[in-house]
């Protein structure tokens, strides 16, 4: 920590000489899970999509039992966001000069299709603002459930080394 005026300002997780090794551990794993999917997937099909990935990655190496890192929300909410982002093309093809419409669309169809379903991830709305903003293909499509696909196997396969890093 360091004086800041009369506040202290934490720079460092309070928990890292205990934790530092775990967090080691699991960003690496988070890395190269990508790296597999980026070969895998040839991922640079749309950086923006490749994006809400990585954050996927995050989440299910970060903090793994988190309800938004169960395979049904991460599989599930990825689908939901590929849907979304569909729908919010098609929206904005219907009404040109109103793009910003269906980018706010994208967000609150996924937003409403997660919570009622009960796959709720926070990157998958990434996934549908990507495909509304650069729009739907098949390829983006297979590339986001290939990766979600394969960030859920790898997170099943490897939990029980795995543990929360954010409190």
Do not use: C
Request: glycine fraction near 10%; hydrophobic fraction near 55%.
């Amino acid at each position: 920590m360091t004086k800041y005026g009369s506040m202290r300002v934490m720079i460092f997780a309070p928990n890292i000489r205990r934790e530092a090794r775990v967090m080691l551990f699991q960003s690496t794993l988070a890395g190269l899970s990508i790296l597999i999917l980026a070969f895998a997937l040839n991922v640079s099909v749309n950086a923006v999509l490749v994006a809400s990935l990585g954050a996927t990655a995050f989440t299910v190496f970060t903090i793994p039992n988190a309800i938004s890192a169960r395979q049904r929300a991460v599989i599930g909410g990825h689908g939901i966001g590929i849907f979304a982002g569909f729908t919010a093309t098609l929206i904005i093809q219907q009404l040109p000069g109103l793009e910003l419409l269906g980018y706010a669309a994208a967000i609150g169809l996924s937003s409403i299709f997660m919570d009622i379903t009960e796959t709720e991830h926070p990157p998958a709305a990434g996934t549908a603002l990507g495909i509304a903003l650069t729009g739907f293909s098949l390829e983006a499509a297979v590339t986001v459930i290939g990766g979600a696909i394969g960030l859920s196997f790898s997170h099943r396969i490897l939990r029980r080394w795995l543990k929360d890093i954010i409190r």
